[in-house]
T-cell receptor
Framework: DGGITQSPKYLFRKEGQNVTLSCEQNLNHDAMYWYRQDPGQGLRLIYYSQIVNDFQKGDIAEGYSVSREKKESFPLTVTSAQKNPTAFYLC??????????FGPGTRLTVT | AQSVSQHNHHVILSEAASLELGCNYSYGGTVNLFWYVQYPGQHLQLLLKYFSGDPLVKGIKGFEAEFIKSKFSFNLRKPSVQWSDTAEYFCAVTYNTDKLIFGTGTRLQVFP
């Protein structure tokens, strides 16, 4: 059963702590993406990776970091430097230039 | 800057009404256009897409969209909505890259 998994579904952290969100895909897609979704703002691109061991900043990369050591995995770390980290985070993958497939998302709450 | 505009933020309709959601993009070059839908509690999923060819594209669940290059538009339509169409709808565009640029979304509520 091919798809994208994100875990956990809900995540709670205290301010000042780094937190890592998981994203795994078994679609054999080269490209993977992280978005942040906030009410009334749509989806904004945080980071993306077109190939293993390479990634680029998106529009709102400050306070986030990623790694792409394996084709199927693209974890996102929300660092303590991110000023407003509470949001819904979506991971996606695509077969280079075609439609993106999305995971179920992780809702992060930082208090 | 490249951007996508969705002017309808919240649309409320009765069942069987016709739907048209606006989408305009900012750049006049080669584009690929998408409409995604997010049903309550579900994954974001693709409704339809335009890459080339016939500018009128048909998607799932009776939706269609028309690419009008002269107007930089890709409006989504459905002749008769159902309660199950209640969702948030996102227009998105790529400009010859892998980066999708999303609009801010339109929340559609359909009442029986």
């Amino acid at each position: 059963d091919g798809g994208i998994t994100q875990s956990p579904k809900y995540l709670f952290r205290k301010e000042g702590q780094n937190v890592t969100l998981s994203c795994e895909q078994n679609l054999n897609h080269d490209a993977m993406y992280w978005y942040r979704q906030d009410p009334g703002q749509g989806l904004r691109l945080i980071y993306y990776s077109q190939i293993v061991n390479d990634f680029q900043k998106g529009d709102i990369a400050e306070g986030y970091s990623v790694s792409r050591e394996k084709k199927e995995s693209f974890p996102l770390t929300v660092t303590s430097a991110q000023k407003n980290p509470t949001a819904f985070y979506l991971c996606a993958s695509s077969d280079r230039g075609w439609e993106q497939y999305f995971g179920p998302g992780t809702r992060l709450t930082v208090t | 800057a490249q951007s996508v505009s969705q002017h309808n933020h919240h649309v409320i309709l009765s069942e069987a009404a016709s739907l048209e959601l606006g989408c305009n993009y900012s750049y006049g070059g080669t584009v690929n256009l998408f409409w995604y839908v997010q049903y309550p509690g579900q994954h974001l999923q693709l409704l339809l897409k335009y890459f080339s060819g016939d500018p009128l594209v048909k998607g799932i669940k009776g939706f269609e969209a028309e690419f009008i290059k002269s107007k930089f538009s890709f409006n989504l339509r459905k002749p008769s909505v159902q309660w199950s169409d209640t969702a948030e709808y996102f227009c998105a565009v790529t400009y010859n890259t892998d980066k999708l640029i999303f609009g801010t979304g339109t929340r559609l509520q359909v009442f029986p």
